[in-house]
């Protein structure tokens, strides 16, 4: 009978020739996998602030009294609250054509505007269905939460041009954040990103706090999902503030901070090196 020691080196040997590494190394990628996909997450990243803004022409267009009012007044409420928004971002609100039946549904159509105070270019149209989340409050039902679905075919923001469809909820409570979702298709001079994206938010003047989690996609491409704390962007910048992580599909990982530059040290598992960004100029 063989001895235990025969055993051992017999298991061993096996292990060594089918290749099993008892010490798994981090994935491999060459220089040039991790700059793409960092490009992409940040592309993604940067103009998911840029839809958050857009988002916030109507979330927080409901207030709180319209907890009180039937949902069928409440609209034509928060209609009209979304139009003034609109045109109070915008240098020339003549710029913007409104076709909506006051109910459920508004079309915004923007003819080379230009908002956040002259830092945001707006081109295209974007369509919202209206709709709540209600309950019982007496004889009717109240809001308790207002839902935009947001559909568009070439909502021009910038130089990134926005396909796709989305979801925002403006919940009538103040300890509850703005939140958006859904699959868009961003198109900018430097490259074409698709993604799904998970966002929670608030916008302050002409800057927009985001934390959401993305997964990039697209033909061709490799999955990632990339995911963000805290991202502060004021329109026409560099995010200023937040922290990023990235993961490929093959499990390799890098993470940046944004600090207001127009570059980022991006750190892999065995090395770092500095990404330029392009959201200064979106």
């Known amino acids: 009978m063989p001895n235990r020691s025969v055993i051992a080196a017999t298991i061993l040997f096996l292990l060594v020739a089918s290749g099993c590494d008892t010490n798994p190394q981090p994935p491999t990628q060459d220089s040039s996998d991790y700059t793409a996909d960092a490009l992409r997450a940040a592309t993604t ?14 979330a927080s267009a ?26 109070a971002d915008l240098i020339d609100s003549s710029c913007v054509t409104v076709d909506t039946n006051n109910a459920t549904y508004v ?40 839902i935009y679905d947001m559909t568009t075919l070439d909502l021009q923001l910038g130089s990134a041009r926005i396909v796709g469809n ?60 990339a995911s963000v704390d805290g991202l502060n962007r004021c329109m026409g910048a560099c995010p200023t503030a937040g922290s990023v992580a990235v ?15 127009n570059a980022a040290l991006v750190s892999t598992e065995t090395s770092e090196f500095s990404l330029g960004l392009t959201c200064s100029s979106s």
């Open 62 to 87: 409901a207030t709180l009294s319209m907890r009180e009012v039937p949902a069928t007044e409440a609209s034509t409420q928060v209609i009209d609250a979304v139009k003034a928004r609109v045109s």
């Open 166 to 225: 989305w979801q925002i909820r403006d919940p009538l409570a103040l300890d509850q954040p703005y939140t958006w979702a859904g699959l868009l298709d961003v198109i900018t001079p430097q490259r074409g990103v698709t993604f799904t994206t998970a966002a929670s938010f608030t916008r302050t003047d002409d800057c927009v706090d985001v934390t959401l989690d993305t997964t990039l996609g697209g033909s061709g491409q490799r999955s990632l999902t």
């Open 247 to 261: 993961t490929s599909e093959d499990g390799a990982t890098m993470s940046w901070t944004y600090d207001g530059t």
């Open 107 to 146: 079309v915004m159509t923007f003819a080379d505007c230009s908002g956040a105070h002259g830092l945001l270019a707006l081109s295209g149209s974007v369509r919202a269905e209206v709709g709540f989340e209600t309950a019982d409050c007496g004889q009717v039902r109240c809001p308790v939460a207002v």
């Open 45 to 58: 990243l940067e103009q998911s602030a840029v839809v958050t803004y857009v988002s916030a022409y109507f």
